[in-house]
C-alpha cells in the first residue's frame, strides 16, 4: 500500500507541476484579444472611476486623444513589468496626442505606496471588481491582467491586448495611430 501510496503521490504532484506550468506559460504570452464595439468604448469612457485622492474622473475627459487604457493591479508582477515602458510611450508620445491611464482594481493607500517604488508618468484610477468585469465587454474575456485597450482619437476601439505589451509592439501600434 505504502509504495502504491507514493506512485499516486508522485503522479498528483507531476499534474500540479504540469499545470502550474501550462497556466504560466499562457499568462506569460500576450494574446490579442478581439476588437470589441464602439459602444464598448463609450461605455468606457463613462465609467465613473476615483484616483488615488477620491476624485471622480472619467476617462471622456481625454475626448480626442488616442487612449491607452490598461487594467492593472499592483499585486500584478507583469503589469508592473509593463508599467516603466508605458511611462516611457506616455513622455514620447505625450505632445502627440497620446494619454495612457491605469486602471487599478487595488485600494488608494497600495497605489500610493506602488508609486513610491515606481514612479508613473501618467494618470493611475481605481475600479472595482465591476469595472474587471466591465473589461469583458472590451474582449478581457478571461477577466486577467494586465489587459490593456487602445481608443483611437474618434473614440473607436483599436487594438487591446491580453497580457504584457512589450514596449516596441505597443509603440508599433502608436505611431500608426498617430499618423493617421
Not at 476617462?59 to 500584478?76: D, E
Not at 503589469?79 to 508605458?86: D, I, L, S, V, Y
Request: glycine content about 8%; some cysteine; proline content about 5%.
Amino acid at each position: 500500500m505504502k509504495p502504491r501510496g507514493n506512485w499516486l503521490l508522485l503522479g498528483a504532484v507531476t499534474l500540479l507541476a504540469i499545470a502550474a506550468g501550462y497556466h504560466l506559460a499562457q499568462t506569460e504570452r500576450p494574446t490579442e484579444t478581439p476588437v470589441a464595439s464602439s459602444t464598448s468604448a463609450l461605455a468606457l469612457m463613462n465609467i465613473p472611476l476615483v484616483d488615488t485622492q477620491g476624485q471622480v474622473k472619467r476617462l471622456s475627459q481625454w475626448h480626442g486623444r488616442i487612449l491607452v487604457v490598461n487594467y492593472w493591479a499592483t499585486w500584478c508582477f507583469p503589469c508592473r513589468e509593463e508599467m516603466p515602458g508605458f511611462s516611457r510611450l506616455q513622455e514620447k508620445y505625450r505632445d502627440k496626442g497620446v494619454q495612457f491611464v491605469g486602471i487599478s482594481i487595488d485600494d488608494a493607500a497600495k497605489i500610493i505606496e506602488f508609486q513610491k517604488d515606481t514612479p508613473v508618468s501618467y494618470p493611475l484610477l481605481i475600479g472595482g471588481m465591476t469595472t474587471m468585469t466591465d473589461s469583458a465587454k472590451l474582449g478581457n474575456s478571461r477577466q486577467a491582467l494586465p489587459f490593456t485597450v487602445v481608443v483611437d482619437r474618434d473614440g473607436n476601439l483599436a487594438k487591446s491586448k491580453l497580457g504584457r505589451w512589450h514596449e516596441a509592439d505597443l509603440e508599433s501600434t502608436l505611431a500608426k495611430l498617430v499618423s493617421r
